[in-house]
């Protein structure tokens, strides 16, 4: 029975990210991270318009990377994500790496978030998801194939989904 659960919960998982259009990439922009970390995204954010109200907290892991914790409410439970910046063609991107696992299935792979715009102050930036939708079904081997790929639909909006406000609420974190 319990078995049961989980696979219902994982199939849940599984088709919420389908259906939202978020799309798992096997393998980031790039093979490891090279743009240091960006003191404006550390901090406390309360994503909107589209990310069901979610905060998201964005710590520096090392120079070049970031743990960002994501959760539903306040006081909801955290899910943690490793995530570091690339960028195409002057576009920047964070490359989230994506782990759901159970003792029967998992789902691993990198999310794709453009970072659109930001507020002068650096308070509020509008984002978006980058989706597949032009070669669904191609199985990428590289990063360089996925980041080809992004090259080549960088200006495509079929391509994205999700746009979605994200607002500080809380200090950078060092």
């Known amino acids: 029975m319990r078995w049961n659960r989980v696979r219902i919960l994982c199939s849940f998982l599984l088709l919420t990210v389908l259906l939202t259009g978020c799309c798992l990439f096997p393998f980031p922009l790039d093979p490891s991270p090279k743009i240091k970390i960006d003191s404006q995204l550390l901090g406390t954010w ?17 120079d070049y990377s970031y743990l960002v914790s ?25 490359n989230l790496h994506v782990v ?20 002068e102050s650096g308070k509020r930036i509008t984002a978006e998801f980058f989706t597949d939708t032009v070669a669904m079904g191609n199985e990428y081997k590289s990063s360089a194939e996925v ?13 994205y989904n999700g746009t979605f406000e994200m607002n500080r609420v809380g200090k950078g974190l060092k």
């Open 46 to 62: 309360k994503c909107s318009k589209g990310m069901d109200d979610k905060f998201l907290v964005i710590k520096r892991k090392d």
């Open 70 to 94: 994501s959760r539903k409410h306040r006081k909801g439970k955290d899910t943690f994500f490793d995530a570091f910046l690339s960028e195409v063609t002057g576009a920047q991107f964070l």
């Open 100 to 119: 759901m696992r159970d003792s029967a299935d998992s789902l691993t792979g990198y999310q794709l978030i453009r970072l659109l715009r930001r507020n």
């Open 147 to 159: 980041r080809a790929m992004v090259t080549s639909q960088l200006n495509n909006p079929r391509c």
